[in-house]
């Protein structure tokens, strides 16, 4: 009997969960009841494949300005001090790099994957990309990984000239965007029109919207170049952490929404531009950064200390415009989209070494930007 009870039990469960599958299923591909129809029109196709070339560029720029304080003693009446003020600039200033790849979307949910296809000497780059794009409501995830050379200089207040830093060895930058969106105007707007193509935008409408974007990035520094991690404290490793949110504002153009009918403009129908913008304040702003040690033993650098800031509020950006021609089942997109992180960090450095002592008190500035090209065909089937 308990068996039998048993059996009951795990069938009906077996029910339960393959009926709320079912019923997620059939809610996600049925039509959206919110939309005015008036506005927009909700392809009836359930797949989408779209190819896509992208071009972009992705720099990171870091600044460090700071005054080293040196103290050799020797006896009670003979303290000899130094002072040295001194800026450092680097930058991974990445050539244009031209990717390629291919999407699959199941209604509002996308997949892709985008590869370098124009290879530069010293450069690598790969990305891959997750969307949820719905009339409403919407979520990107973009993970960017660039292996790219160095141009760095450091100088001394004091002296004419800077010095030289910059190196061939790779450094590795990795990027993992999150962001998302909602509508507060879903019925008469739909932001994925002019990026996606599961809705098309039949009249002009635009919405406010409720952001927020979480970035993760990871910067290597060459390890292999002598000079490189020394000139830089020690540091070999930063991470950062960063959550902002704030309101956006999204417009889709529809030039022309009139009947079909005879005349030179019917040929925009269809046609839709959009601009977005979304000014974001940085409420989360954290970086790790960590100090290597040169090993003989293994001839590298190794992780010896890990230091964890907290950095102040920052306005970060979001800026994207796009356009968009659908025809039949097919559609052509056209988009440009550009990010903005930035950092600030200060520290000090103290060291006391059989009678000498220094201080190394700097603060680092740090600006990671991205800014793409992009071109799609598509086709719902």
């Known amino acids: ?57 992705s720099n990171v720029k870091m600044d460090t300005r700071g005054e ?26 990445t050539p ?12 509002s949910l996308s997949i892709g994957y985008m590869h370098e296809i124009n290879h530069h000497s010293g450069l690598s780059s790969k990305s891959n990309y997750f969307n949820l794009m719905d009339a409403g409501y919407g979520l990107n995830i973009r993970y960017n990984s660039i292996y790219s050379p160095l141009v760095s200089t450091f100088k001394n207040y ?56 979480y970035t993760f990035g990871e910067l290597n520094l060459p390890d292999k170049d002598i000079l ?9 490793r930063y991470k950062t952490y960063q959550l902002a949110i704030g309101p956006g ?29 979304c000014p974001l304040l940085t409420v989360i702003n954290n970086m790790t950064y960590f100090v290597s040690e040169y090993d003989e033993a293994s001839d590298s650098y190794c992780e010896k200390d890990s230091h964890h800031l907290k950095g102040g509020l920052k306005m970060n950006l979001i800026a994207r415009g796009a356009i968009s021609y659908t025809f039949g089942n097919w559609a052509i997109y ?31 500035r740090t600006n990671f930007s991205n800014l793409a090209a992009s071109l799609m065909l598509s086709v719902k089937f």
């Not at 003693?73 to 003020?85: A, K, L, Q, S, Y």
């Not at 600030?344 to 450095?349: A, E, I, L, P, R």
């Open 1 to 57: 009997m308990t068996v039998l009870l048993l059996a009951g039990t795990v069938n009906t469960e077996a029910k339960g969960i393959k009926g709320i599958v079912k019923s997620l299923w059939e809610w996600f591909i049925s039509p959206n009841p919110r939309v005015d129809t008036t506005y927009i029109y909700q392809s009836t196709q359930l797949w989408t494949a779209r190819l896509q070339t992208d071009i972009r560029k």
């Open 68 to 93: 080293t304080e040196a103290s050799i003693f020797e006896d009670i009446d003979n303290n000899i001090v130094t002072n040295n003020e001194y800026i450092w600039n680097t930058r991974m200033n």
């Open 96 to 107: 244009v790099v031209m990717e390629a790849g291919a999407f699959i979307s199941l209604r």
């Open 158 to 213: 004091t002296d004419k000239e800077p010095v030289d830093l910059s190196t061939e060895e790779k450094a590795r930058m990795r990027t993992i965007a999150i962001d998302g969106y909602y509508a507060f105007n879903q019925k008469r707007f739909a932001y994925d029109a002019a990026y996606d193509g599961a809705y098309v935008q039949q009249r002009s409408a635009g919405s406010f919207l409720a952001t927020a974007k």
């Open 228 to 236: 490189f991690i020394p000139f830089n404290n020690g540091v070999s």
């Open 249 to 277: 504002y999204s417009y889709n153009w529809v030039p022309y929404h009139h009947p079909a009918r005879d005349d030179r403009r019917s040929g925009m129908r269809n046609l839709t531009v959009n601009v977005t913008f």
């Open 334 to 364: 056209g988009s440009i989209d550009y990010h903005h992180v930035k950092m600030k960090d200060s520290n000090v450095n103290t060291y006391d070494i059989e009678g000498f002592y220094g201080k190394d008190e700097y603060t680092t």
